[in-house]
């Protein structure tokens, strides 16, 4: 199904800086690259997964691609907008159709407002409609995130985590928009309201035909929610394929060993752990080259000396590692 569905964000190039303070006698100011030339795209109707290391860039990425940061370099094009190019106004317009829902759902609720006016509260900036209108809209999407009306005359800190996650849905879902940006929305949920959460999310895409950005560290709820995923490893993109291509058939080196981390429910099934080598590098002054090579069990001198692309290996699978872009150079230093 998604396969025949046309590219709603396209990511182009795109870059993330932060600079901080020039130091005595430091001739630059120092960088951190949280996105470094970042380029994917994310079809209508699916979830697109972005998984890697806490400090990889990937929250810095989904902000930027609903600019909640502006990027450095690079362009994203929403529905072939250029969103960066826009003004204010013309952003504010399209914030009813791009939302987020945030990693801590106590954080992003407004602890004096009742759950009314939290998830009414977008209808009052961006809708003309009627208080009754407004109200009757609040009710439905309440019901649909499993809540009841009652709750409405809550505040956050009655309810539990998992209720307020659900709030933060809801108050995403109201202005029916088309593209959502989910930063690790289930990563502060015990297990089991986990799943339901995830249900709920997975559901209400189906009824909605909703587009999901999703990110998280945790590769049990990428494989159970995602149909395409990407890892990123210092603010680089290093491998993209469908969740089966990934999870089966991982081609980066980093990705083999993030997915041998995977805990297996079954003490007589056994796993090679790839435990990585070296310190991780300082985003600040990160290896020359391809930057996982002071880690990888694959490196060669070559590695250290060229950035490699990221090369179409499979269908929809592409993956930076010079064993694929460039293996008859391996053996050998330019």
């Not at 649909?144 to 659900?166: I, M, N, T």
Request: positive net charge.
């Amino acid at each position: 199904m998604n396969s025949e569905k046309v590219d709603i964000i396209q990511v182009k190039n795109l870059k993330t800086y932060f600079y901080g303070k020039k130091k005595f006698l430091q001739r630059e100011r120092p960088v951190v690259k949280a996105v470094n030339d970042v380029s994917f795209s994310i079809r209508q109707g699916e979830t697109f997964g972005i998984v890697g290391e806490s400090g990889c860039g990937k929250s810095t990425l989904g902000r930027t691609v609903i600019q909640l940061l502006k990027p450095t370099e690079g362009q994203v094009l929403y529905k072939g907008i250029d969103l960066a190019a826009l003004s204010a106004d013309e952003m504010r317009d399209l914030r009813k159709e791009i939302q987020i829902i945030f990693q801590d759902p106590y954080a992003s609720l407004n602890p004096k407002m009742t759950v009314r006016e939290l998830i009414q509260g977008p209808l009052d900036v961006f809708s003309n409609e009627s208080r009754s209108e407004k109200q009757a809209k609040v009710k439905k999407i309440v019901s649909a995130v499993g809540l009841r009306e009652a709750d409405l005359r809550k505040y956050p800190h009655e309810f539990s985590g998992g209720q307020r996650q659900r709030i933060v849905i809801a108050r995403a879902l109201i202005l029916n928009p088309e593209f959502i940006f989910c930063d690790e929305p289930v990563s502060a949920l015990d297990v089991s309201v986990r799943a339901q959460v995830l249900n709920l999310m997975k559901d209400i895409q189906a009824d909605r035909d909703l587009t999901y950005m999703f990110v998280s560290h945790d590769l049990s709820v990428v494989r159970f929610i995602c149909d395409r995923v990407a890892v990123m490893y210092l603010g680089k993109i290093v491998e993209i394929a469908d969740k089966h291509g990934l999870f089966e058939n991982a081609k980066h080196p980093y990705t083999e060993a993030l997915l041998s981390a995977i805990p297996v429910p079954d003490v007589m099934v056994k796993r090679e752990r790839i435990l990585l080598e070296g310190d991780l590098p300082s985003p600040y002054n990160p290896p020359s080259g391809c930057q996982f090579h002071n880690r990888c069990r694959y490196a060669t001198p070559y590695c250290a000396v060229a950035e490699p692309a990221l090369t179409k290996v499979e269908d929809e699978h592409y993956v930076a590692c010079h064993r694929y872009s460039a293996p008859e150079k391996m053996k050998t230093v330019s």
